[in-house]
């Protein structure tokens, strides 16, 4: 099975921050990368997909980076909506695999 | 606009078992593939089991391999997910995703989630 490992777990941050979450792959997964926002009491929605592709209705602070084994989520500048879970999962190959999710905090 | 709508979970006993749903609407839903995943009571989430647009397919995670079936109606839009010798760890909230290919691309991501249904296996 393929492992995802995201970091850091979870961070503090400030509205307006520039915040970087990394996700790497235990093996090269392509670019069949996935990142997902969960908050509290909902179910997850979709950011990036195919490590780079914004989803329709995501707004621009969002951004998705990387290929073979290691990416990147970056929100440019966080926006107090944006406090949340968010986990990467690959698509490459299955079992399809999230990471453990970071948690973005105040 | 896309909805999907799980049911059947509840409280059961290990080892007993229990049949959960998910009603489609809004799309082609014979022309998707879907997914169940789940997430156990504050963690995260975990990959379950996956069925083709046509049924055509079918893939578990180890976890629950020879446990849990997959299965779809598409005369219904209905999916399913049928589980035997439900074991504690088993507890979690199910959700059913559809899973969309981008262009191009043979590997998709999960476009729309259900809310989800929460089962508890517990004496």
């Known amino acids: 099975d393929i492992q995802m490992t995201q970091s850091p777990s979870s961070l503090s941050a400030s509205v307006g921050d520039r915040v970087t979450i990394t996700c790497r792959a235990s093996q090269s997964i392509n670019i069949y990368l996935n990142w997902y926002q969960q908050k509290p009491g909902k179910a997850p929605n979709v950011l990036i997909y195919t490590a780079s592709s914004l989803q329709s209705g995501v707004p621009s602070r969002f951004s998705g980076s990387g290929s073979g084994t290691d990416f990147t989520l970056t929100i440019s500048s966080l926006q107090p909506e944006d406090f949340a879970t968010y986990y990467c999962q690959q698509s490459y190959t299955s079992p399809y695999t999230f990471g453990q999710g970071t948690k973005v905090e105040i | 606009q896309v909805q999907l709508v799980e049911s059947g979970g509840g409280v059961v006993q290990p080892g007993r078992t229990l049949r959960l749903s998910c009603a489609a609407s809004g799309f082609t839903f014979s022309s998707y593939g879907m997914h169940w995943v789940r997430q156990a009571p504050g963690k995260g989430l975990e990959w379950v089991a996956l069925?083709?647009?046509?049924?055509?397919?079918?893939d578990y995670a180890d976890s629950v391999k020879g446990r849990f079936t997959i299965s779809r109606d598409n005369s219904k839009n209905t999916l399913y997910l049928q589980m035997n010798s439900l074991r504690a760890e088993d507890t979690a909230l199910y959700y059913c995703?559809?899973?969309?290919?981008?262009?191009?691309?043979?590997?998709?991501?999960?476009?729309?989630w259900g809310q989800g249904t929460l089962v508890t296996v517990s004496s």
């Open positions: 995703a559809r899973s969309v290919w981008p262009p191009g691309h043979s590997h998709g991501y999960y476009e729309s």
């Open positions: 069925i083709w647009y046509d049924g055509g397919n079918k």
